[in-house]
């Protein structure tokens, strides 16, 4: 069975710039989350989606960051524009609801953004 | 504010030793705990999870609780190179669909 696929692995871009990453949760998977990593501040929760709507967004920076998962198979996490201060790791993860082990997050490999 | 709280190392043991990872938590509420490692570049995978008081083994892997200290630890027995990661302690808020905060990581290395 696949993991959570992430694309694009690396992107290096201009200040200004708009960003889309995107994201396939594990089939079957309910919840899907949108995390960021930086060595300041460790794995931050940005956003989370139950079912496909935005359950919890305050961990969405700014006004220019914003997700979306129009179908249980797809997301994504746009920023627009882009700066510097944006570069770091971006991760998503799915998991199951209700199972007997409901914290265990499968997360894709990662999408490293490099902002000039 | 809920936070997790651990060392950010580096901690460094000799292959063969017991290595130990502690993390604390602020919200006394808090009902589960994992343990999660994550290689240099790599995504964190779930090694451990912990839900009741005391001490839970799993192979070379002791996950440890105590809820009236808001104390969580993880043992690695025979430490091994291949251990040598980011070992990230995470707490569960909100209840059995609640979310994972993450601590920000302490980094183990094991020498030959």
């Known amino acids: 069975d696949a993991g959570v696929i992430q694309s694009p692995r690396h992107e290096v871009t201009e200040m200004g710039q708009e960003v889309t990453l995107r994201c396939k949760p594990i089939s079957g998977h309910d919840y899907l989350f949108w995390y960021r990593q930086t060595m300041m501040r460790g794995l931050e929760l940005l956003i989370y989606?139950?079912?496909?709507?935005?359950?919890?967004d305050s961990g969405m920076p700014e006004d220019r960051f914003s997700a979306k998962m129009p179908n249980a198979s797809f997301s994504t996490l746009k920023i627009q524009p882009s700066e510097p201060r944006d570069s770091a790791v971006y991760f998503c993860?799915?998991?199951?609801?209700?199972?007997?082990?409901?914290?265990?997050?499968?997360f894709g490999e990662g999408s490293r953004l490099t902002v000039l | 504010q809920k936070e997790v709280e651990q060392n950010s190392g580096p901690l460094s043991v000799p292959e063969g030793a017991i290595a130990s990872l502690n993390c604390t938590y602020s919200?006394?509420?808090?009902?589960?705990f994992f343990w999660y490692r994550q290689y240099s570049g790599k995504s964190p995978e779930l090694i451990m999870f912990i839900y009741s008081n005391g001490d839970k083994e799993d192979g070379r892997f002791t996950a440890q609780l105590n809820k009236a200290s808001q104390y969580v630890s993880l043992l690695i027995r025979d430490s091994q190179p291949s251990d040598s990661a980011t070992y990230l302690c995470a707490v569960r808020y909100g209840g059995s669909q609640g979310n994972l905060i993450f601590g920000k990581g302490t980094k183990l290395s094991v020498k030959p």
């Open positions: 993860a799915s998991r199951l609801a209700g199972g007997p082990n409901t914290g265990e997050l499968f």
């Open positions: 989606f139950n079912n496909n709507v935005p359950i919890d």
């Open positions: 919200d006394r509420g808090s009902q589960s």
